[in-house]
């Protein structure tokens, strides 16, 4: 309950500064919506509920949310019901919630797909923020004061509840904790991004900023979340996380490894199309406000990780060639392994990223260790796979084969080490 205070209280003076300070220009003003022809009475918020043959949880879930947004929420809101491919007897509660209660709307789109039908509503939303949760409400509704406010104040652009960060308070399963930790990781070290949950049910977003990006979004299921924070940290858009408390709804429909698979394609096409400059990102707000570090920052400290990953890939080949005389090969990789490991996330945290003094060295420690440990995997699956081919290849197969693997593994090392390792603080130099 105290936590849920602090949140609310947290929102409450984000508001008070719509207020006492001049509203932040976020996009350029040639961007800018015309907000003073909105007609009267529109809300200023408008929170999507995304539904698919939800009969069951729908009419409790939008009567509670009603209720909460009548007797604690301060600006005037719109609940949306937008209906995506239901066979159920959704269609029908939706109408009658609609008809029910004030401020309740509903909307049926008849293809299935929660990012189809979110960039249905928010393209035409007439709201200042639009946002969106799940149906079952796993996230405490204490938290959406705290969500919006940034974005009504205009620090913020876009805004994320996040079950990954510092001060979350989660009860799910270990499955889907360790899938969610790695599908983020993995955003990270692809992708290059920092939000820390890109798949939490709970977000929102300015208009003037959603108009701007959903015409380049083209997922229409569950990867439309990743794509939408993805290109809104592209055009530099300031995105506002608010640690959650969130319970798994225990009978989720959501298809966990469909979802994995279609999430792994839509990172490929959107990598693949930004690489490529097929997708072209607007700069939607000022150059000195724009998120992420410039090419010739890039450029400099991928110069200096590959000087230090070649000085410890050597002090590697040296300490495997005097352990090896000793030890099999599996043990003697790993020791050379983990002890340049250490050295080289200690070098690399003081002269590629330029990270002093003790502050958070033991975390980037761990991290590293865990970068290093997909190393350590690549080697050893790889050390693996010659035992199996000859059953007594030679010292100089073994190395060739082990620098192979670790040249594959500095490169994923290095997205990590800078996406994740050391995070922000890496683009402090």
């Given amino acids: 309950m105290a936590h849920a205070e602090k949140q609310l209280s947290h929102g409450k003076d984000w508001l008070r500064k ?12 040639a961007r800018l919506a015309d907000q003073a022809g909105r007609p009267p009475g529109t809300a200023r918020v408008e929170i999507v509920v995304p539904v698919r043959n939800e009969e069951r949880d729908l009419g409790p879930s939008v009567r509670r949310l009603r209720g909460y947004l009548d007797n604690a929420f301060p600006c005037s809101t719109r609940i949306t019901i937008a209906d995506n491919g239901s066979t159920d007897g959704t269609w029908a509660q939706a109408r009658a919630l609609a008809a029910d209660l004030r401020g309740v709307r509903a909307i049926q789109i008849d293809r299935p797909g929660r990012g189809g039908a979110l960039r249905s509503v928010w393209s035409s939303s007439e709201a200042d923020v639009c946002a969106y949760m799940d149906v079952d409400l796993s996230t405490d509704l204490n938290a959406l004061l705290p969500l919006v406010a940034p974005l009504l104040s205009g620090h913020s652009d876009v805004a994320i509840g996040t079950r990954l960060a510092r001060g979350a308070r989660v009860i799910r399963g270990p499955k889907r904790e360790i899938i969610s930790r790695c599908y983020n990781l993995l955003l990270h070290a692809t992708l290059g991004t920092r939000f820390s949950d890109a798949q939490c049910g709970f977000k929102a977003i300015r208009a003037d900023a959603a108009r701007e990006l959903l015409p380049l979004t083209e997922d229409t299921g569950w990867f439309f979340d990743t794509e939408l924070l993805v290109l809104a940290e592209r055009a530099g858009l ?9 319970i798994d709804d225990p009978d989720s429909r959501v298809n966990v490894v469909g979802t994995a698979v279609a999430d792994l394609r839509g990172i490929v096409r959107l990598g693949t199309g930004l690489a490529r400059g097929a997708i072209q990102v607007p700069a939607l707000r000022r150059p000195e406000l724009r998120a992420g570090p410039p090419d010739r920052r890039l450029t400099h400290q991928l110069a200096r990780f590959i000087v230090i990953g070649v000085a410890s890939t050597l ?11 000793v ?3 599996q043990a003697a990789n790993a020791i050379s392994l983990l002890l340049t490991a250490v050295a080289n996330t ?7 990223f330029g990270i002093r003094g003790r502050q958070h060295a033991a975390r980037h420690q761990v991290r590293g260790l865990i970068a290093f440990g997909i190393g350590l995997v690549l080697t050893s699956g790889a050390l693996a796979a010659l035992h199996a081919s000859a059953a007594q290849p030679g010292r100089a197969a073994e190395l060739t084969v082990l620098i192979a693997a670790n040249l594959t593994a500095t490169l994923i090392r290095f997205l990590l080490f800078r996406g994740w390792v050391f995070g922000a603080a890496g683009g402090a130099r």
Avoid at 18 to 29: C, D, G, L, V
Wanted: aromatic fraction near 8%.
């Fill in 238 to 246: 300031r995105i506002h996380e608010v640690p959650v408390d969130w």
């Fill in 18 to 29: 719509i207020h006492s300070m001049p509203t932040t220009e976020s996009i350029p003003e």
């Fill in 327 to 329: 030890a099999p090969a």
């Fill in 315 to 325: 002090a590697y080949v040296l300490l495997y060639l005097l352990l090896r005389g």
């Fill in 346 to 352: 200690a070098v690399n945290r003081r002269v590629t």
